[in-house]
């Protein structure tokens, strides 16, 4: 690996410097949902790292593409096209990768979520959310691990989402899977403590990944872009907390205010307050909106301690987006 590179990439790009292991040389980083979005620019972040990488994606995704342009950086790429989804494509890839290749880092970026009714989802879009956000990065690692424990220093980056945070609704499901990516990456950190192997998760806000996101991002009003960051900015953020061991990355300074405010709203209030936003992406009827959304008062001694604030802090909630 080319420490000198290495700076002087990284020194006319962006604040922060990123120190990967050195001991990382002629291993892999395997990236899931590499084609697009934030999996992509973790591809050529460590790319230009020094990294070789291999990539996984859905067939005709553009991850051959994204394979090319890391390789135009110096590194070795690999494109495995693949639904993650399919139990027994997932665990031919695995035994084809420990087979094959040894791993120095596992990041687990692929996922999926949308806005909708609870009511009106079909159980196969909600088998799929469970089965992308929850069962793949599970049994990726746990088939994954014994090749990873191999490397002098391994990592492991589970991205979850500023919505582990707290529940919403009109999106129900997917918060709940990215808090179990969370409690995951927290409970395998502890247990793979002095092993070598170095455990953390990334809550990153809203980003415009792709024009789907983007649109609903823009509905949700002017503080829907409170948080906002560039994929290219969360990739080289997170990364530069992997290296440091870090527990919990929230990317950007917006996102660690937005975690305070979280903390110290009610949930009585919170989750009305957000899912009231939320609502703004879907045609929910009229009675969803009034009913559903509207706050319960919250009992005068939860209220009182921060009446002066509350005003201010209620308003912003109001608007704040922290789903992706």
Same mark, same amino acid.
């Given at each position: 690996?080319?420490?000198?590179?290495?700076?002087?990439?990284?020194?006319?790009?962006?604040?922060?410097?990123?120190?990967?292991?050195?001991?990382?040389?002629?291993?892999?980083?395997?990236?899931?949902?590499?084609?697009? *979005?934030?999996?992509?620019?973790?591809?050529?972040?460590?790319?230009?790292?020094?990294?070789?990488?291999?990539?996984?994606?859905?067939?005709?995704? *553009?991850?051959?593409?994204?394979?090319?342009?890391?390789?135009?950086?110096?590194?070795?790429?690999?494109?495995?096209?693949?639904?993650?989804?399919?139990?027994?494509?997932?665990?031919?890839?695995?035994?084809?990768?420990?087979?094959?290749?040894?791993?120095?880092?596992?990041?687990?970026?692929? &996922?999926? &979520?949308?806005?909708?009714?609870?009511?009106?989802?079909?159980?196969?879009?909600?088998?799929?959310?469970?089965?992308?956000?929850?069962?793949?990065?599970?049994?990726?690692?746990?088939?994954?691990?014994?090749?990873?424990?191999?490397?002098?220093? &391994?990592?492991?980056?589970?991205?979850?989402?500023?919505?582990?945070?707290?529940?919403? &609704?009109?999106?129900?499901?997917?918060?709940?899977?990215?808090?179990?990516?969370?409690? /995951?990456?927290?409970?395998?950190?502890?247990?793979?403590?002095?092993?070598?192997?170095?455990?953390?998760?990334?809550?990153? *806000?809203?980003?415009?990944?792709?024009?789907?996101?983007?649109?609903?991002?823009?509905?949700?009003?002017?503080?829907?872009?409170? *948080?906002?960051?560039?994929?290219?900015?969360?990739?080289?953020?997170?990364?530069?907390?992997? /290296?440091?061991?870090?527990?919990?990355?929230?990317?950007?300074?917006?996102?660690?205010?937005?975690?305070?405010?979280?903390?110290?709203?009610?949930?009585?209030?919170?989750?009305?307050?957000?899912?009231?936003?939320?609502?703004?992406?879907?045609?929910?009827?009229?009675?969803?909106?009034?009913?559903?959304?509207?706050?319960?008062?919250?009992?005068?001694?939860?209220?009182?301690?921060?009446?002066?604030?509350?005003?201010?802090?209620?308003?912003?909630?109001?608007?704040?987006?922290?789903?992706?």
């Amino acid at each position: 690996m080319n420490t000198k590179h290495i700076s002087q990439t990284l020194g006319t790009r962006q604040k922060g410097k990123i120190n990967p292991p050195q001991e990382a040389e002629c291993r892999y980083a395997l990236i899931t949902g590499a084609s697009q *979005g934030l999996g992509r620019c973790y591809a050529l972040e460590l790319a230009r790292l020094g990294f070789n990488t291999l990539l996984v994606a859905l067939p005709g995704s *553009g991850l051959r593409e994204v394979a090319a342009e890391s390789r135009s950086l110096g590194v070795e790429s690999i494109p495995f096209e693949t639904d993650l989804c399919d139990e027994k494509a997932l665990s031919a890839l695995c035994r084809h990768i420990n087979a094959r290749y040894s791993l120095c880092m596992i990041i687990n970026n692929a &996922g999926t &979520g949308g806005t909708k009714l609870f009511t009106t989802c079909p159980p196969d879009y909600l088998d799929h959310i469970l089965s992308l956000n929850v069962r793949v990065p599970v049994l990726l690692i746990r088939y994954l691990l014994p090749n990873l424990r191999h490397a002098p220093q &391994g990592f492991i980056l589970n991205v979850a989402s500023m919505a582990a945070f707290s529940p919403v &609704g009109f999106k129900t499901v997917y918060p709940a899977s990215k808090r179990f990516i969370l409690q /995951f990456s927290l409970g395998l950190r502890e247990e793979l403590r002095g092993t070598g192997i170095s455990v953390s998760a990334v809550a990153p *806000g809203p980003m415009k990944t792709n024009a789907e996101i983007t649109r609903r991002i823009e509905r949700q009003g002017a503080f829907g872009k409170l *948080g906002l960051l560039s994929p290219e900015q969360v990739a080289h953020l997170s990364l530069q907390g992997l /290296f440091r061991r870090k527990a919990v990355i929230l990317p950007g300074w917006s996102n660690h205010i937005n975690r305070l405010l979280l903390s110290l709203i009610p949930t009585a209030l919170l989750v009305p307050l957000i899912s009231r936003v939320i609502a703004r992406e879907i045609n929910a009827p009229a009675i969803h909106r009034k009913a559903v959304c509207k706050p319960r008062p919250a009992p005068w001694w939860k209220i009182g301690a921060w009446a002066s604030e509350g005003t201010t802090l209620l308003q912003s909630l109001q608007e704040l987006s922290v789903i992706s």
